[in-house]
C-alpha cells in the first residue's frame, strides 16, 4: 500500500511538472522594445538627408490555396551600416495588405549608433498585416553616409516543417 501511494504521489508530481512545462513553453509573451529609450532630439539639425525605404512583410502566406493560410513570424530589421557614424529612423508604420495603417511603433526620432541593429517583431499570432504587410519607415542621415538598410526575416515551424524566407527594403522616391 505504502508502495502505491509513493507511485501515486511521484505520478501526480510528474504530471504537474510536465502539464507546467508544457503550458509555459506554450505563452508567448510580447516584450515591446522601449522605443523613447533610443528617443534623440534632433531640433539643430537641418543639414540631414532625409528618406523613405518600403519593406515587405507576410504576417501569413498562402498554403496550399487561396482559402488556406500559414501564419509567420516576422523580423523587421533596422540596421545601421555605418561604422563610425550615428543615423536616425523617424517613423515605423506597419501596413495591412489592403494598404490600411495598422499601427504605428514610433513617430519621432529614434538613433541608430553605429554597426547596431534594432528589430521590429510582429508575432505569429498578429494577422493584422495579412499577406501583403508593409512597412515604411522615414530616416535621416548625413549625406556622406550609407542610409539605414532594412531587412525582414520571417519564419514558421509547425509539426516538423520549418519555413523561413526574407526581403530587403527598397529606397522610395520622396515628392517634396
Known amino acids: 500500500m505504502k508502495l502505491k501511494a509513493e507511485y501515486l504521489y511521484y505520478s501526480f508530481i510528474a504530471l504537474f511538472v510536465l ?3 508544457c503550458t509555459e513553453n506554450e505563452k ?7 522605443w523613447n529609450s533610443k528617443q534623440i532630439d ?7 538627408e532625409k528618406g523613405q525605404t518600403y519593406l515587405s512583410i507576410y504576417s501569413s502566406i498562402y498554403s496550399f490555396t487561396e482559402q488556406s493560410t500559414t501564419n509567420l513570424t516576422a523580423t523587421a530589421s533596422i540596421r545601421n ?6 543615423v536616425y529612423v523617424t517613423n515605423a508604420s506597419y501596413y495591412n495588405t489592403k494598404g490600411e495603417l495598422v499601427r504605428t511603433y ?3 526620432p ?3 549608433a553605429p554597426l547596431e541593429t534594432i528589430e ?6 498578429d494577422e493584422t498585416g495579412g499577406t501583403g504587410g508593409n512597412f515604411i519607415f522615414e530616416w535621416l542621415k548625413d549625406s556622406t553616409i550609407n542610409e539605414p538598410y532594412f531587412e525582414a526575416v520571417m519564419i514558421s515551424m509547425s509539426a516538423q516543417q520549418g ?4 526581403t530587403k527594403g527598397q529606397r522610395l522616391i520622396i515628392n517634396d
Do not use: R
Request: proline letters at 0%; charged letters at 15%; a negative charge.
Open 120 to 125: 521590429i517583431v510582429v508575432h505569429q499570432q
Open 110 to 112: 529614434i538613433y541608430l
Open 19 to 21: 502539464t507546467v512545462s
Open 81 to 86: 551600416i555605418n561604422t563610425e557614424d550615428t
Open 106 to 108: 514610433f513617430d519621432f
Open 163 to 166: 519555413l523561413s524566407f526574407s
Open 42 to 48: 534632433l531640433a539643430n539639425s537641418t543639414n540631414l
Open 28 to 34: 508567448s509573451e510580447i516584450h515591446e522594445f522601449d
